[in-house]
């Protein structure tokens, strides 16, 4: 069975909407926002997608452990058309799969959560209020001084799902997407920080709350990618309803010689 490019947004929702939580990010690629930055890879019910809307590509390779042989032999066919350098999110065990062509670099394990018990969430007041491009310059500020590193892409801002704390005027914590998608009903967070001097005070966690209310009403799942090793942070999501539901490794690929 040979792999072939998808073009069929209607195929994909169909295949990706089998584990929405699992697939909440290929899903929200499928919107206009983010269609003509992908690329999509297929054998048979499995698909890959890789995302050209940054600096390096980024591959996104899920498929839950009865599946993951399907999904190598799609990734081993794949290998010889994708990028000598790029980013990869990947299912457990598939990592050894792209050794075979990548030496893979800065691995970490990242749990995906997603909103499971939204009567916690319910019981955190929520405080916050919306962002947009005006905003851009003191949230990057934000992000250099709390979060640095961290993906922002600043179109995300006109999406209207962004919320700032402020105090005295200043922004002190903000809460973010990646994905917002009202057609495939799936919303990712992201970009969630708090400046360390105003840390331990729930002021993510609040505008987390705020971020949820609003989403909450335009789509069935809410999720999230954490790294395993932020210990409070996913304490943080676990006490705002949201439960591990999958892990995944993100690493840099390089092409073998």
Same mark, same amino acid.
């Given at each position: 069975?040979?792999?072939?490019?998808?073009?069929?947004?209607?195929?994909?929702?169909?295949?990706?909407?089998?584990?929405?939580?699992?697939?909440?990010?290929?899903?929200?690629?499928?919107?206009?926002?983010?269609?003509?930055?992908?690329?999509?890879?297929?054998?048979?019910?499995?698909?890959?997608?890789?995302?050209?809307?940054?600096?390096?590509?980024?591959?996104?390779?899920?498929?839950?452990?009865?599946?993951?042989?399907?999904?190598?032999?799609?990734?081993?066919?794949?290998?010889?058309? $994708?990028?000598?350098?790029?980013? *990869?999110? !990947?299912?457990? +065990? =598939?990592?050894? #799969? %792209?050794?075979?062509?990548?030496?893979?670099?800065?691995?970490?394990?990242?749990?995906?959560?997603?909103?499971?018990?939204?009567?916690?969430?319910?019981?955190?007041?929520?405080?916050?209020?919306?962002?947009?491009?005006?905003?851009?310059?003191?949230?990057?500020?934000?992000?250099?001084?709390?979060?640095?590193?961290?993906?922002?892409?600043?179109?995300?801002?006109?999406?209207?799902?962004?919320?700032?704390v402020r105090?005295a005027g200043?922004?002190?914590?903000?809460?973010?997407?990646?994905?917002?998608?009202?057609?495939?009903?799936v919303a990712?967070?992201?970009?969630?920080?708090?400046?360390?001097?105003?840390?331990?005070?729930? $002021?993510?966690?609040?505008?987390? *709350?705020? !971020?949820?209310? +609003? =989403?909450?009403? #335009? %789509?069935?799942?809410?999720?999230?990618?954490?790294?395993?090793?932020?210990?409070?942070?996913?304490?943080?999501?676990?006490?705002?309803?949201?439960?591990?539901?999958?892990?995944?490794?993100?690493?840099?690929?390089?092409?073998?010689?």
């Amino acid at each position: 069975m040979p792999v072939r490019a998808e073009h069929d947004r209607a195929v994909l929702a169909e295949l990706l909407g089998r584990d929405p939580v699992l697939h909440a990010y290929q899903l929200g690629d499928l919107d206009d926002f983010f269609w003509p930055y992908t690329s999509w890879y297929r054998r048979g019910d499995e698909v890959v997608l890789l995302y050209h809307g940054v600096e390096l590509p980024t591959l996104l390779a899920f498929a839950p452990p009865e599946r993951a042989g399907d999904l190598a032999a799609l990734l081993a066919e794949a290998a010889p058309v $994708l990028p000598a350098r790029l980013w *990869a999110h !990947l299912s457990p +065990g =598939l990592d050894a #799969t %792209v050794a075979r062509w990548y030496a893979v670099s800065d691995a970490a394990v990242h749990h995906r959560m997603a909103l499971t018990d939204p009567a916690r969430l319910a019981a955190v007041s929520p405080a916050g209020e919306p962002l947009g491009r005006a905003d851009l310059p003191e949230l990057r500020e934000l992000y250099a001084s709390a979060y640095p590193g961290n993906w922002f892409d600043p179109r995300m801002l006109d999406t209207g799902r962004y919320v700032g704390v402020r105090e005295a005027g200043r922004l002190v914590a903000v809460a973010g997407v990646h994905v917002w998608s009202p057609t495939w009903r799936v919303a990712a967070l992201a970009n969630v920080t708090t400046r360390p001097e105003a840390r331990g005070r729930g $002021l993510a966690g609040a505008a987390v *709350a705020a !971020l949820c209310a +609003g =989403l909450r009403t #335009t %789509v069935d799942h809410v999720t999230l990618n954490v790294k395993a090793d932020n210990v409070a942070a996913v304490r943080l999501y676990e006490r705002l309803g949201f439960t591990r539901v999958a892990d995944f490794t993100e690493c840099a690929l390089h092409r073998l010689p």
